[in-house]
């Protein structure tokens, strides 16, 4: 029994002792460049890394061109707007040689041809899904655009303002372009200048092949000239009033938020009372009431249209405080677009 006790001794040293000969080499073949315990889990590091960085660094990318994306579009934005604005504050020239030439025989050319060009284009647009593919793509296309010779005519110059207010640093001027102009006609509702651009970004749509595209489009009231105001006189009005004549109202039509200014003539020295009135009763904003005419017998108002006023055809009323003479009154148009 002790034999037995004694060999089970010995065996259990001598596995005890394998098992430290082992470790303290596997310990000297990883201090001396030999694959051991601690390569194995190092080599596993690695192909963890190998297998993440390759997505970590596709969402570093994608947020970079989110970025760039975002950049890009806001100086798109703005060398729209401003190209837009600066054009539209000077449409009052435009307009003026636009009646010249139009009272010309080449105007009178134009015109007609400008007729027949809307013919076809409206012809497209009604029948052109008849058409088979890819031809009613085609005519959707074209249908879809202006065909005016003016207007196609202002997309060059238009463009060349464009790129000149572009900021080089963020925009490529060979990938900008102006594609679509809606020039004023000077009526009224329609005395608006509208340009929609597009830019072609540098990169493209992986594995289809496609251009990626921006497009921004900005419209300004255009400054067309006109009688001194367009604001609605009231059936009768066009004599009444007394010794009261109406001069201005601008701006017209008068805009939530802004300010509008009403000008009247009248005797010098006379004090004239002003109530305005919309769909919640009667304005109690600042400088209402009563004013005096200056010496030359104009008087006026500058009062503020509150932001939550309600879009429409409202009323003002003026009238001598003395009592003498008929009250003249207007309406006026206020809008939001």
Known sequence: MEIGMKRLTRRMTLINKRKRDDQRRGESRARNGHPGRT???????????????????????????????????????????????????????????????????????????DGKLEDIRKTLEQYGNLLPAPLSDWASDAAGRSWSIEENAAIPLLEKVMKELADPNVLDVDRLDIVNVTLPSGTEGDGFLTVEAEYRLPMGVPFLGRSLILRSSAKERAWVGGTPSTALLNEGDEEGGGSLAFLSMEPSPARPGRRVTLSLKAEPGQTVELSVYYKSGQSTAKHLGQATADSEGLVAWTWLVSGNTTSGAWAWEAKISAGTGTPLSQSFLVSRS
């Open 39 to 113: 390569a194995a889990t190092a080599g596993t590091v690695t192909l963890e890394a190998a297998l993440v960085m390759p997505v970590f660094l596709l969402v570093i990318v994608f947020l970079i061109f989110l970025i760039r994306t975002c950049v890009t579009e806001m100086a798109l934005d703005g060398a729209l707007s401003q190209t837009t604005r600066q054009t539209a504050s000077m449409w009052y020239v435009v307009s003026k040689a636009q009646e010249s030439f139009a009272e010309t025989k080449a105007g009178e050319a134009v015109e007609a041809v």
